[in-house]
């Protein structure tokens, strides 16, 4: 599944094969849809759209598909704007530092936007209607999100990895420098890395013990929510 105007919309889980989800997609901003794209992505049946986006991110590339209900859970780009701070004091930035730099944002999700993500699966748990959830890019936000949901139904440690690194696959890196940061720099950003995710799920375990007590605690997925989620989307 491959769209001109959207490079990173996909079925959540196996690629195109039969372990993806049902009715689930995920995907970058939709605010770049041509009309042919859009319609072929309303034909899959879409009628709502979960966005992670901040608020100007919002503003400025608003949804293109017709007909959806958009409910915002918005997350703040907060890796772009520190950036950049960091650029404008006259900071040139090496892989490493981003690299260090995205793992601290993958950190932050877990620190300060759990509601977001509980949010995320209150609208899942309420029905199973064909939905694509996304940020910008489609890497980050969105893929910390495919990755908890994956889990959530019960999949392995190596399909919620394959599902997250496909998105390098998908995103070109610009031809030209983008807000003054060296190739290098460019190569981590524009990118995700194993070691973004597991930064995420580590501080789920530093901060609330395990896996299963941020199901429970933070996400409000206890055993009867983790099992209408299977039931509702896993196929098979």
């Not at 490079?7 to 901003?29: K, P, Q």
């Not at 703040?76 to 730099?101: F, M, N, S, Y």
Request: glycine share 8%.
């Amino acid at each position: 599944m491959r769209f001109a105007s959207s490079a990173n919309f996909r079925r959540v889980g196996a690629a195109e094969a039969t372990g993806a989800l049902r009715n689930l997609f995920r995907s970058d901003h939709l605010g770049a849809l041509d009309e042919a794209d859009a319609r072929q992505i309303v034909a899959l049946g879409v009628t709502r759209v979960l966005d992670f986006r901040g608020v100007q991110e919002r503003a400025s590339a608003a949804c293109r598909l017709p007909g959806v209900t958009v409910h915002s859970l918005p997350i703040e780009p907060t890796i772009v704007q520190k950036l950049a701070d960091l650029l404008a004091a006259g900071h040139r930035l090496t892989g490493d530092e981003v690299t260090a730099h995205m793992q601290e944002t993958y950190r932050g999700f877990v620190r300060h936007n759990t509601a977001r993500f509980a949010d995320f699966f209150a609208h899942l748990l309420a029905s199973d209607e064909p939905t694509v959830f996304h940020c910008t890019a489609g890497k980050d936000r969105t893929g910390f999100a495919a990755a908890l949901l994956l889990k959530a139904v019960g999949a392995g440690d190596e399909e919620v990895m394959h599902d997250y690194l496909l998105t390098n696959e998908r995103l070109v890196l610009p031809r030209e420098p983008r807000m003054g940061l060296s190739r290098e720099a460019m190569m981590v950003l524009w990118r995700v890395q194993p070691g973004f995710l597991r930064a995420a799920f580590d501080e789920v375990d530093r901060s609330h013990g395990s896996l299963e007590a941020y199901f429970r605690d933070g996400l409000a997925l206890g055993p009867a929510e983790r099992e209408r989620l299977r039931a509702l989307y896993r196929a098979g």
